[in-house]
C-alpha cells in the first residue's frame, strides 16, 4: 500500500521469543487500524485492530500499539508458537474513502521450534 | 454468520477463455471489495462497491476484466478473454458500515490459467 510502510517483510524468532511488527501511516486523520494474519493458502483474517482513542489494546498473546504522533503501529507477539507462523498484513484507512484500505506489504513471520 | 462466501475455490482453465469469479458478502454488509493476490503485487484492490454501486474500479487490470453486483447478496468478477498472467487469487471481501469496521475476507478463488 502506498500510505502504509510495514517492516520487517520477513521475521524469524525462536519459539517463546517475541515479535514485532511495525508500520507506518500518512494521515493524520487515519482513526482505525486492522491486523490481518494469513496462513499458507488461506484468506487474510482479523485478528486485532485498534481505533484511534487507544494506545494500546491486548487479546491474550497478541497486542497492537498505536502512537498517533509518530504515525505508526505494532503488532507484538508474545510467547510465540509454531502455529503463528504465517503472513501478517496491517492495514489503514485510505483518506476520504470510508470504506477502503491500504494494506502494508505483509511480514512472513516464522516461528522456529 | 456464515462469513464472506466465494465461488469457485480453484478454478483451472485454457487462457482464452472466460472465468466468472462469484463472492456472497456477509448480510448487512454495505461494502465489497475484489482484491487480487501474487507473490509480486502483494494484495491489490481491483473494484470496490458500496450500496450495490461501484465506487472506484481504478485497480481493474484492462478492459479484459469486468465486475457487477446486482443486489446486496451478490457479485462478480468476469474475465473475458483470460491470460496466463490472470493466475492469481482472487478474494472478495465485504464490511459493514461505519467507523471501526474491518473489511472481512473469503476463503479466495484459486485461479490458473493455462
Known amino acids: 500500500g502506498e500510505n502504509v510502510e510495514q517492516h520487517p517483510s520477513t521475521l524469524s524468532v525462536q519459539e517463546g521469543d517475541s515479535a514485532v511488527i511495525k508500520c507506518t501511516y500518512s494521515?493524520?486523520?487515519?482513526?482505525?487500524f486492522p491486523w490481518y494474519k494469513q496462513e499458507l493458502g488461506k484468506r487474510p483474517q482479523l485478528i486485532i485492530d485498534?481505533?484511534?482513542?487507544?494506545g494500546e489494546k491486548k487479546d491474550q498473546r497478541i497486542a497492537v500499539t498505536l502512537n498517533k504522533t509518530a504515525k505508526h503501529f505494532s503488532l507484538h507477539i508474545t510467547e510465540t508458537q509454531p502455529e503463528d507462523s504465517a503472513v501478517y498484513f496491517c492495514a489503514a484507512p485510505k483518506p476520504n474513502t470510508g470504506n477502503q484500505f491500504y494494506f502494508g506489504t505483509g511480514t512472513s513471520l516464522t516461528v522456529i521450534p | 454468520d456464515a462469513g464472506v462466501i466465494q465461488s469457485p475455490r480453484h478454478e483451472v482453465t485454457e487462457m482464452g477463455q472466460e472465468v466468472t469469479l462469484r463472492c456472497k458478502p456477509i448480510s448487512g454488509h454495505n461494502s465489497l471489495f475484489w482484491y487480487r493476490q501474487t507473490m509480486m503485487r502483494g494484495l491489490e484492490l481491483l473494484i470496490y462497491f458500496n450500496n450495490n454501486v461501484p465506487i472506484d474500479d481504478s485497480g481493474m487490470p484492462e478492459d479484459r476484466f469486468s465486475a457487477k453486483m446486482p443486489n446486496a447478496s451478490f457479485s462478480t468478477l468476469k474475465i473475458q478473454p483470460s491470460e496466463p498472467r490472470d493466475s492469481a487469487v482472487y478474494f472478495c471481501a465485504s464490511r459493514g458500515q461505519g467507523i471501526g469496521q474491518p473489511q472481512h475476507f473469503g476463503d479466495g478463488t484459486r485461479l490458473s490459467i493455462l
Open positions: 485498534i481505533r484511534s482513542n487507544v
Open positions: 494521515d493524520s486523520a487515519s482513526n482505525y
